[in-house]
Structure formats: structure tokens, C-alpha cells
């Protein structure tokens, strides 16, 4: 998902002038969005700079070398909180050394919301003009940056006829215990917080106001998502894909006559050793059901779920 994002922002980039063939890019990222400006930097004659998280494998890093870029990653860290927060504070540093460079901003900069564009169109060929039939389109996935499902939304509720009403897309997003984004943080996971669709820092990319649904899911609950996808449909996916994958079981099973569409971002790769050799640990999955919540002082592991009505950010943690 990342790379259809990252080619069209640096191709925005060129096109408008603000960086020109040769210059550096660089961001901070977990994994996916190291690999996507890559490719994209390669694709376009840039250099591109990282600064990576401890989870960044040697898959990634092999592939990072071939592509040309430069890998900077964090020491090792099981507080990947502190990880995110040391990657951002690195990359001040380097643009304090290297002002020439060229910061993408992937969490902050709207820019990565451009290439969503042609998926949204995609999707709209799939399910019909009208986006889902008559009973409408649910958009499950992880929120992250927001641009994948924020962009998503955004294109597929506006009206490709201006004589015929928005199209009937309800966004749901899921989100680790220990994000902020949507003010979690004070509920911490004892194994991890799932890397990519939460921050322990604000994110500008995030519009709060287009998410209509918010499902909270534990690690454990994501390892027993992706393990199922794997038996059950032959789909070898990471740990955020196994959350959503929950969530949209689970939305599909409120409104089973809505399209149901979720987003897989990456491959379970990276996965092997910390989610899929525990596959004996995965829970069925007619055992796992989301609490439901009004607000997030009620948050409890494994999995919860509330309504969030298109509200704006939260103003601060749970009172």
C-alpha cells in the first residue's frame, strides 16, 4: 500500500519543483514505507535516506542495499514507543547536518495522500459505481499515518457525478492499545504495540473526522487474525492485517448486507519468527468478540470497539 503512495508523492515532488533528480530523501519508518520510498527514490533518481525502527529485519535491509539507500536503525529497543520517538529526533538531527535534504514527512505531509487516488478508482470498478451496492461500502484498515484509509475514504465518498449524492462509505479503523492517535495510550499492550497503525506522536496526516468506527485489538488478538487468514485463505499477511482482518469479520457480521472491504498492507515476512512459529498460541477466532465501549476509559484488552461518529481528535488522555 505504501508504494503506490510514495511514487506518486516524490513524482508530485519532481513535477512541482520541490526537489529535483539527485537530491536526498528522507524519513523515518518501521518497515513498509522504508521499502515503498525506496523503490520509488530508485525509480526517479533519488537518493534516499532512512532512519529505521529495531523492527526492521534483514529481509528489509537486504532489500534497502539493492535499492541503493542508506539504512540508519535504531539500537534495540522493546519500548517501541521510545523507538518512534527516537527516529523523529534523529531525523531533526540529520536535517540540522544536511538542510539540503529532503524530509517526506510521511505521518505530516497531505502529499501522501495523492496516489490512493487510482486504488479508490480501482475499488469503485470492483463494487459498482455506486460503491458498494445500495447498502453502501465499510472500509476496514489500520490507521497509521491515516493516509491509506483517510485517503481511501476521502476519494470514494466523493462524487465522480455531481448529480448523484456521496457515496455510502462508512470508515473503520483499528488501532493498537498504547496509540494516542485516538487516545489509547493510557491502556499499554503487554506484548507490543503493532508497528504501523498506531504512534505514541500526534500525526498530521490523521483526519479524524472521516472515521466512523474504531476497533481497539491486543497483539494477541492480531497473532489469532493472522494465523486464520493464513488456514483459513490461504493469505500470508503481517500482524495489521490480521487485526483488520478481525474487524471486518466482525463488521461483515453486523451488516451482512454491506460490502465489507479491508486492507492488507504487507506480507507476513517480517512475521515469521514473532507472530507465525506461535501459531499454536492463537486463539479460534469464535472466541474472540470486541467489547463494546462509549469512551476510551473503558478500553480493555483484547479488542474493543466504539462508535467514533466522525469526531474530531481527541483533546487530550481520558479524563
Not at 263 to 274: E, F, K, L, N, S
Amino acid at each position: 500500500m505504501k508504494a503506490v503512495s510514495a511514487l506518486a508523492a516524490v513524482r508530485h515532488l519532481l513535477d512541482t519543483g520541490a526537489v529535483r533528480r539527485g537530491d536526498t530523501l528522507l524519513d523515518s519508518s518501521s518497515g513498509i514505507y522504508a521499502y515503498a520510498l525506496a523503490l520509488a527514490c530508485h525509480r526517479y533518481g533519488m537518493r534516499c535516506h532512512i532512519v529505521g525502527s529495531t523492527t526492521v529485519d534483514r529481509t528489509l535491509r537486504t532489500q534497502l542495499a539493492v535499492l541503493g539507500a542508506t539504512l540508519e536503525q535504531m539500537e534495540p529497543c522493546s519500548d517501541l514507543k521510545l523507538d518512534q520517538k527516537r527516529r523523529v529526533e534523529r531525523v531533526h538531527e540529520i536535517l540540522a547536518e544536511h538542510p539540503g535534504y529532503h524530509w517526506m514527512r510521511q505521518y505530516h505531509d497531505d502529499v501522501h495522500y495523492l496516489g490512493y487516488r487510482a486504488i479508490a478508482d480501482r475499488i469503485r470498478e470492483a463494487v459498482g459505481g455506486g460503491v458498494g451496492g445500495a447498502a453502501g461500502l465499510t472500509l476496514v484498515g489500520g490507521v497509521g499515518s491515516g493516509a491509506s484509509t483517510g485517503a481511501l475514504a476521502r476519494y470514494l465518498r466523493a462524487a465522480d457525478d455531481p448529480a448523484r449524492p456521496p457515496a455510502d462509505v462508512e470508515l473503520v479503523g483499528v488501532q493498537p492499545y498504547g496509540s494516542l492517535t485516538f487516545g489509547a495510550e493510557h491502556v499499554p499492550d503487554p506484548e507490543i504495540i503493532i508497528a504501523g497503525i498506531g504512534s505514541s506522536i500526534p500525526f498530521g496526516n490523521v483526519s479524524h473526522e472521516l472515521y466512523d468506527t474504531l476497533h481497539w485489538i491486543s497483539f494477541d488478538a492480531a497473532l489469532a487474525g493472522s494465523v486464520d487468514l493464513l488456514r483459513r485463505h490461504a493469505v500470508f499477511a503481517g500482524l495489521s492485517t490480521g487485526a483488520g482482518y478481525l474487524a471486518a469479520r466482525h463488521e461483515r457480521e453486523r451488516a451482512p448486507e454491506r460490502t465489507v472491504l479491508f486492507i492488507a498492507a504487507d506480507t507476513g515476512h517480517r512475521y515469521v519468527d514473532t507472530v507465525y512459529a506461535r501459531h499454536r498460541e492463537a486463539a479460534a477466532l469464535a472466541d474472540l468478540a470486541p467489547q463494546e465501549v462509549e469512551d476510551q476509559r473503558r478500553l480493555a484488552l483484547p479488542w474493543s470497539r466504539m462508535n467514533w461518529n466522525r469526531a474530531p481528535a481527541p483533546t487530550g488522555p481520558p479524563g
